[in-house]
C-alpha cells in the first residue's frame, strides 16, 4: 500500500478542503472571501478549483499569503466521455504555461459560445432571458448553467435553481446545449504535461469505474475519494480502488458558494489530512527540473 490513509480523511476539520469554487467561475464568494471563511472554520488549508479556468489562482495564493492560509493551485476541467460528463481535477500544475492559458481560453470562449446558442433557445421557448445578463452574473469568470439559472430566478421564471437543471437546462432538456469538451484523457495528458497532478473528481457521481483503469494506465494520480455526492459504500469502495491501483484517495467539498441550494456543500464539509497534499506536491514534477 503505498497511501496510508488516516481516519481523518473525509472528516471535519482541521484539514484540507482541495475542492473549492469561487467567483473565478460559478462560485458565490470570491477568492477572499473563500480565505477568511475557511480561516474562520479553522482549516489549514485549501485548493482553489474553478471549471476550466485559472483566474482566481494568483490572486487566491497571494491572498492566502496575506492570511496565512495555504492556498493550493487547481483547477476543474469539464471533459466528455461517451455520453457522460466527467470532471477531471489537476493540482500543482504551471499554470502559467503560454499554452496552458491559450487552451483555457479557446475552452472559455467555447463555454460563452454556447451559453449564447442556449439563451436563443430559451427565448424561443419565451423565456426573457439576454445573453449580457448572464455574462455579467459570470463577470469576467468562467461562464455555467448555474449562472444562466441563477438568472432564470432571479427574474422569477423558476423557483428553484435545481428546477432549472430539471425542466430547461439540463442535459436532454429543450434548452440544453453540449460544449466543446477535451477527453478525460487529453485533460489528463493536460495537466501531466503541465508538470500537475491530475485526479478524478467524484468517481461516484458517474459509476464510470472502467474508466479509471484506463485513466490510471494514462497518467492518473488520484481519485477524489471524499465528496458530498458520495456516500459510506461510495466512500469504501473508492478508497480500496485507490489503495489497489496505488491512486492517491483526495477529497474537498465541491464548495460553491449558495448557488446550489445544497448546503452539504458548505465549506470545509469534506477534507484530507496534510499527506494527502504533500503526496500531491511530492507527485507534481512543476518547479522541481
Ligand atoms: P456547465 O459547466 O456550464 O455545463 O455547468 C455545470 C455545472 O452546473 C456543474 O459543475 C454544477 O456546478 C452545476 N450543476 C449541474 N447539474 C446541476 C443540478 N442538477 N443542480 C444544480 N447545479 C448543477
Ligand atoms: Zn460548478
Ligand atoms: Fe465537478
Ligand atoms: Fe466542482
Known amino acids: 500500500m503505498i497511501y496510508q490513509l488516516s481516519k481523518r480523511e473525509g472528516d471535519s476539520v482541521p484539514g484540507y478542503d482541495l475542492h473549492v469554487h469561487t467567483t473565478a467561475s460559478d462560485g458565490v464568494l470570491n477568492g477572499e472571501e473563500v480565505i477568511q471563511l475557511a480561516i474562520k472554520l479553522g482549516l489549514e488549508g485549501i485548493a482553489i478549483t474553478d471549471h476550466d479556468t485559472i483566474e482566481g489562482l494568483d490572486e487566491g495564493i497571494e491572498i492566502g499569503e496575506k492570511y496565512q492560509l495555504p ?4 483547477i476543474e476541467l ?8 466527467i470532471h477531471i481535477l489537476g493540482y500543482y500544475f504551471d499554470y502559467h504555461l503560454s499554452w496552458v ?13 454556447r451559453i449564447g ?26 461562464v455555467g448553467r448555474p449562472h444562466l439559472a441563477y438568472l432564470l430566478l432571479k ?3 423558476i423557483s428553484s435553481v435545481q428546477e432549472a437543471f430539471q425542466r430547461l437546462i439540463g442535459r436532454g432538456c429543450p434548452a440544453y446545449v453540449r460544449r466543446e469538451k477535451l477527453t478525460p484523457k ?7 504535461r503541465a508538470g500537475g497532478v491530475p485526479v478524478l473528481a467524484h468517481p461516484g457521481l458517474t459509476k464510470t469505474d472502467h474508466l479509471i483503469y484506463n485513466l490510471k494506465k494514462q497518467g492518473l494520480k488520484g481519485l477524489e475519494v471524499y465528496h458530498p455526492d458520495h456516500g459510506v ?33 458548505s465549506l470545509g464539509g469534506k477534507i484530507v489530512s496534510a499527506t494527502v497534499v504533500n503526496n500531491l506536491r511530492q507527485l507534481a514534477t512543476w518547479g522541481k527540473v
Open 117 to 142: 446558442k442556449m439563451v436563443d433557445k430559451l427565448q424561443k421557448l419565451g423565456y426573457d432571458v439576454e445573453k449580457d445578463e448572464v455574462l455579467s452574473l459570470s463577470g469576467s469568470g468562467s
Open 233 to 265: 459504500v461510495d466512500e469504501k469502495r473508492y478508497c480500496s480502488l485507490a489503495d489497489k491501483l496505488g491512486l492517491v484517495a483526495t477529497g474537498g467539498s465541491d464548495f460553491h458558494g449558495s448557488n446550489k441550494d445544497m448546503s452539504r456543500f
Open 101 to 113: 492559458t491559450d487552451k483555457l481560453h479557446y475552452l472559455q470562449d467555447a463555454r460563452v459560445a
Open 186 to 192: 487529453e485533460a489528463v495528458a493536460f495537466i501531466s
Open 155 to 157: 427574474k422569477g421564471h
Open 71 to 74: 492556498v493550493i493551485p487547481g
Open 78 to 85: 469539464s471533459t466528455q466521455y461517451q455520453n457522460t460528463e
